[in-house]
């Protein structure tokens, strides 16, 4: 009798023993648990790009900066960035260092778009100083060209409120929480309202880039202080 | 803010320009960047290693040495360089900073070096990026330690205005420092031992008498045992007492855990007093007297073992947390698993889970009693399963505080060697004073020796200037206008002659010291003990000459005042040597100010010096010397190292 008992014990044993080996690994079969930790990393190490920038000649060419300027302004780049290219997240880190009362993420991301001409997602030192001649160096035409491209997130020649609104809270973001008076909910929102009565001449609900140029040009103040950069560098 | 984002400036500003269309109100001014000079490259050569850079990069941090003007005292005019005398493998963190805006600590560097070379450069260390923070952290705490425990060590010499209680103090926390004390300590630690074996004999069953049954001895022989723990309590109690009076600061004292124990230790005994009338509360009594056995404790003011064990238990409480916390878990689940098993089985002992408990905490631990054994096959494979991993846990977080454990034994370990070795250091501290101040003296005969002989020979003069480099001269001179300062206070037996007191060596010192009959004089100066150099030949030159304006009774009168700034000068002497040596070393730190009872048996060390019999040049400088008796003229001493 005690053989039977034992045979009972010992198949009812082997077979808990199974059944928890084999979820174990069917588990595993379906990715859920992974026993080794070190597939993620392999594919990172691949895609560091080292990028090398157009020769100083032809840099000159196409920007509005001297060699000089170029050298000074590529020992920067490639200080901070020495792999070459500049990734959203790393251009998010810099913006933001430079306004660490508020959050400058949103906007960086706007920017790193505007800067990214050729939406390859990241920023080599060509659109970086493409776009500092244009910013620095290039007629308010080219300037306001900039600011148009920047304000139309889907970049589609139109910017609409909702753009132009989450372009308003961006801004806003970065000011952070203390400020006089206090920041309230529905300011950018007036503000875009503003913004949109004084540069939506045909009250269509979006600005073309016409509209844009002409109502900036228009207006003193705007133009005033779009030569307020002229001596950054 | 970093200083690579600097360079992002120029692109932030530039793109503000996106906000311009939207802004309603008229933006500031630019502020215009006067003197806008070209970016040029500057060498910084540092002990002769040439390092270059833009200037620009340098002008990132304004508020560092070599970020602001203050390098400009360090601009070589003939080389257009700056030159600093450092060290330049340290510098080559530093200018890295300024490249990369991170500091970095490399390992191999000293860690005292290394923070004097950031407090140079004007660097807070703080700033030292997270790569190396940790380390640098970890060095900077083993270094304060290591000096804290030098610290400590001078903190045994003895003030001589302590109060009583100030002494009772000392004695209770340092035994080594008096008999007394020592005394105390033993007769002490005799009696916890006594205390403690008498509690264990107590319960030993002795001899039965042939009625009853055996009984423990303790109620046998009550009366003997309660006598004896009475003593024990007087003593522990006379003991506490005297602490709390001696205790400088009465309220931190009774916080402390020693204190705690010596309550815990003696209270029992007077609840017992109390209560042995009341018959409810003799269970009570009895439980109390379990706390007895905390008089163990006490020894840990004896072993200095058993604090470190205690100390390693306190900074490991996190670890030992852990350990807790995870045996918890696993007897938990074990506990479960193996009731479960055996649950099918009959008369089994796992009656319920808890009941497991006892069987997963014994196999866990591997002491395997056998009092409870699984007897289904599922609950013997369970039951391995448990007593391995078992095992495991335990020896997981053991390490952790082994490692703690050997650290801190290892410090203290490393104090107490110290300790031993301070006479041997005290010894060549010693030595490298007194070949200063012999060399002064020295210096001084033979700048007396000139200055009799200036008008003759020119190139003797010159010859024995010679022997002496720039620095020493200077630093002569310096005392011996220091000399030529002091003046004595008290007229004296020849108003003619001007007066002024005389660095002097200590032999003669001494001498004068003892015959002037002033031992009980406090004096100053433990570093007196340092100036064994005898340079015999001007002292007795001087004692020689005035022996004869022999001092009547009045001179011993004089004595006490002119030795007294005699001390001082000696001090000063003893305090401007002192400077050079111990600037970085702080267990050289001999505090001068702290007066010292003057040994007035001879010191281990003396340096040999052999006398040269002396003309009897006239000296243009009078002493008012003390009168030394002629014995020790011409004397040779060999050196006692």
């Known amino acids: 009798m005690l053989n039977a008992i034992w045979e009972t014990e010992g198949l009812q044993t082997v077979g808990i023993v199974v059944l928890v080996f084999a979820s174990i690994k069917l588990l595993h079969l379906l990715g859920l648990i992974s026993f080794s930790e070190d597939s993620v990393e392999d594919e990172l190490e691949l895609s560091a790009v080292r990028h090398r920038p157009e020769g100083l000649e032809q840099l000159e060419a196409q920007t509005r900066f001297s060699r000089k300027e170029l050298q000074i302004l590529y020992r920067g780049f490639k200080n901070e960035c020495p792999s070459g290219v500049v990734n959203e997240e790393t251009f998010k880190d810099i913006y933001s260092q430079f306004f660490p009362q508020g959050d400058a993420s949103t906007y960086a991301h706007f920017l790193f778009n505007a800067f990214d001409t050729d939406h390859n997602g990241s920023v080599s030192f060509e659109d970086f100083v493409m776009g500092l001649s244009i910013l620095l160096r290039g007629t308010i035409q080219e300037k306001l060209n900039w600011a148009f491209n920047l304000y139309d997130i889907n970049k589609d020649g139109y910017i609409t409120k909702e753009e132009m609104l989450d372009i308003m809270k961006a801004i806003y973001d970065m000011m952070g929480k203390c400020t006089y008076p206090v920041l309230k909910e529905e300011t950018p929102r007036q503000h875009v309202e503003v913004f949109f009565q004084k540069m939506d001449k045909n009250k269509d609900g979006v600005v073309t880039i016409d509209e844009f140029i002409d109502c900036c040009q228009n207006d003193e103040n705007i133009m005033r202080s779009m030569h307020l950069f002229e001596n950054v560098l | ?641």
């Open chain 2, 1 to 641: 803010m970093a200083a690579g984002v600097a360079a992002w400036l120029p692109f932030a500003r530039a793109a503000a320009i996106g906000w311009m269309p939207v802004a309603n109100l008229p933006m500031p001014v630019a502020p215009t960047e006067k003197n806008k000079r070209q970016d040029e490259l500057i060498i910084l050569n540092v002990s002769g290693r040439r390092f270059q850079t833009w200037r620009n990069t340098l002008d990132r941090y304004p508020d560092t040495l070599l970020g602001s003007s203050e390098k400009e005292f360090f601009f070589n005019e003939e080389t257009k360089e700056y030159f600093f005398d450092r060290d330049p493998d340290v510098f080559r963190s530093v200018l890295n900073f300024y490249r990369t805006g991170k500091l970095h600590y490399p390992r191999y560097e000293c860690i005292s070096s290394y923070d004097e070379e950031l407090a140079f450069f004007g660097i807070v260390p703080e700033i030292i990026g997270d790569c190396c923070y940790e380390e640098y952290k970890d060095r900077k705490r083993e270094n304060a330690e290591r000096l804290m425990d030098d610290q400590e060590d001078n903190k045994d010499a003895k003030l001589p205005n302590m109060t009583f209680r100030e002494t009772m103090w000392r004695a209770f926390e340092n035994p080594h420092t008096s008999t007394m004390a020592l005394v105390f300590y033993y007769v002490t630690g005799f009696f916890i031992a006594v205390s403690v074996i008498t509690n264990v004999v107590e319960t030993v069953p002795c001899g039965s008498s042939p009625n009853m049954k055996e009984v423990p001895c303790g109620e046998r022989y009550t009366v003997a045992f309660f006598c004896m723990d009475t003593a024990c309590v007087m003593i522990f109690t006379v003991e506490y007492l005297m602490r709390l009076f001696a205790a400088p600061s009465r309220y931190r004292f009774m916080r402390s855990v020693m204190s705690i124990i010596d309550v815990v230790a003696i209270l029992p005994y007077y609840i017992g007093l109390v209560m042995t009338d009341n018959e409810d509360v003799s269970g009570a009594f009895v439980t109390l007297r379990v706390f007895r056995v905390f008089r163990i404790f006490k020894f840990s003011r004896h072993s200095q073992g058993l604090r470190i064990l205690g100390y390693t238990l306190k900074s490991c409480a996190s670890e030992l947390g852990f350990l807790l916390f995870s045996l918890t878990m696993a007897i938990i689940i074990f506990a479960t698993v193996m009731f479960y098993a055996e649950k099918g089985s009959s008369s089994s002992k796992f009656t319920s889970i808890p009941a497991s408990f006892w069987y997963t905490i014994v196999t866990m631990t591997t002491l395997g009693y056998g009092d409870m054994v699984p007897k289904t096959i599922a609950g013997k494979i369970f039951g391995s399963i448990c007593s391995l991993s078992g095992v495991l846990v335990i020896a997981l977080p053991v390490p952790v505080i082994v490692s703690n454990f050997s650290r801190i034994y290892h410090q203290n370990q490393r104090a107490d060697k110290r300790r031993a070795q301070k006479k041997a250091r005290l010894a060549r501290i010693r030595i490298s004073k007194t070949g200063s101040s012999n060399a002064f003296l020295h210096s001084k005969r033979n700048g007396l020796f000139n200055e009799a002989l200036e008008f003759t020979v020119r190139p003797e003069e010159q010859r024995l200037s010679k022997s002496t480099s720039l620095l020493e001269s200077q630093h002569h001179h310096l005392l011996h206008c220091l000399e030529k300062t002091t003046v004595s206070a008290h007229a004296l037996p020849e108003p003619n002659q001007s007066t002024n007191h005389e660095f002097v060596d200590e032999q003669y010192y001494q001498q004068s010291y003892l015959e002037a009959g002033l031992q009980s004089y406090p004096s100053r100066s433990p570093s007196l003990s340092s100036q064994d150099g005898v340079t015999g030949t001007c002292c007795t030159r001087r004692s020689k000459k005035h022996h004869t304006p022999l001092p009547n009774a009045s001179a011993p009168a004089h004595m006490q005042p002119l030795t007294h700034t005699h001390q001082q000068c000696l001090q000063e002497l003893s305090t401007i040597h002192i400077q050079p040596l111990s600037t970085s070393r702080s267990s050289l730190n001999m505090r001068v100010d702290e007066p010292a009872p003057l040994n007035c048996q001879s010191s281990q060390i003396t340096t040999a010096i052999i006398s040269i019999p002396t003309p009897p040049v006239t000296t243009p400088e009078g002493d008012a010397h003390l009168p030394a008796g002629p014995t020790h003229q011409n004397v040779v001493k060999v050196s006692a190292l």
